[in-house]
């Protein structure tokens, strides 16, 4: 079993839609938080967080770090969405990783697509 492990709703993402994401962290070591970071792949285009665990984003964010302070029960839920029409289909990298002290423990990747 893996020590972090992320979920979206649906991998196949329509653009201007709510993209829906799961986080649970298993790690059993001490830990500041996660962070998530996103690429559009042969684009310059960003994703853009909207909330994390029920709380608005005020700003737009294309990396976002989420406390662990703010994980109850080490799981956290995030909203984001992607902003502009591709002319070709893209595939999305999530990359999310628990970070102690600045330094990267575990990470874990998963690839959804942006279609049309």
């Known amino acids: 079993m893996r020590e972090i492990e992320l979920k979206l709703e649906n991998l196949n993402i329509i653009p201007n839609s709510e993209i829906k994401g799961r986080i649970d962290v298993r790690y059993q070591g001490r830990y500041d938080g996660i962070v998530i970071n996103t690429q559009i792949l042969n684009s310059n285009q960003l994703i ?8 608005p984003i005020s700003q737009n964010l294309s990396r ?3 406390s662990k302070d703010n994980m109850p029960e080490n799981k956290a839920e995030f909203t984001a969405i992607i902003e502009f029409k591709p002319s070709e289909p893209h595939d999305v990298k999530f ?4 970070i102690q002290e600045h330094k990267e423990i575990e ?3 998963i690839f959804a697509k942006l279609l049309v």
């Open 48 to 55: 853009m967080y909207k909330s994390y665990n029920g709380k």
């Open 64 to 66: 976002l770090f989420i």
């Open 107 to 109: 990470s874990d990747i």
């Open 95 to 98: 990359r999310i990783s628990i």
